[in-house]
């Protein structure tokens, strides 16, 4: 099992709340990632980071931000929720030598209502 | 929530057959291709990798075989358990850049 937590699980929202999706890793991992993944559909990722104060937007566009003050933690922010933001969230760290396999956390499931 | 992709392509085998998973992958230069399992309310995990330089690895119950010539993967699972029913993603980097994960197959195991 992997040492990568997101926090929290599951969140149910009202449209316009700002919320921020937790994520850490304990293993020093400078790379960090999320995606977003409909239930049933393809893994799409809105951002990374490839170490403290690095922060890039991924191929998925997306209304929240992400920022990386401390190597251990990677937390993403929707500022404004809207109901299209439903979907769930995955966060993820690179393994720094061959193959770079990407250890994910268990995501965060949200509903904005 | 919008949909923001395509549904997955799904498999279905019966319990104790064996699988075979397909991934077309896009990158000519990516050394290192990993499979990943995905079980349902959890993020994906590490099964088996290959690098760019092998066609073929085996790990226990699984093979994964690389054709670089058409830019094709394979996952092969042998005696296909209930347990094995999930979404599947190949996924290639290079050199730990350029991550690009595949659609995803889903596998239903019939009893």
């Known amino acids: 099992e992997a040492d990568i937590y997101q926090t929290p699980r599951y969140l149910v929202i009202g449209t316009g709340k700002k919320i921020t999706l937790e994520c850490s890793q304990t293993?020093?991992?400078?790379?960090m990632y999320w995606y977003q993944q409909d239930p049933g559909m393809e893994l799409h990722l809105i951002h990374y980071s490839y170490g403290v104060n690095s922060t890039e937007k991924g191929d998925l566009s997306s209304e929240s931000t992400v920022s990386r003050i401390r190597t251990e933690h990677f937390p993403l922010t929707l500022e404004s929720a809207r109901p299209s933001h439903t979907s769930q969230y995955l966060c993820a760290s690179t393994y720094p030598f061959p193959p770079y396999e990407q250890y994910f956390g268990p995501g965060t499931r949200l509903t904005v209502t | 929530g919008e949909s923001v992709g395509l549904h997955l392509p799904t498999l279905s085998v019966q319990e104790g057959d064996n699988s075979i998973i397909n991934c077309a992958y896009s990158?000519?230069?990516?050394?290192?291709f990993i499979w990943y399992k995905q079980e349902s309310g959890k993020g994906p995990q590490f099964i088996i990798d290959i690098r760019s330089n092998m066609d073929k690895r085996q790990g226990q119950r699984v093979t994964v075989l690389l054709n670089k010539t058409v830019k094709h993967l394979s996952l092969q699972i042998a005696a296909t358990q209930p347990g094995d029913s999930a979404v599947y993603f190949c996924a290639e980097n290079n050199y730990g850049q350029n991550f690009v994960f595949g659609p995803g197959t889903r596998l239903s195991v019939l009893p």
């Open positions: 990158n000519s230069a990516s050394d290192y």
């Open positions: 293993m020093g991992h400078d790379k």
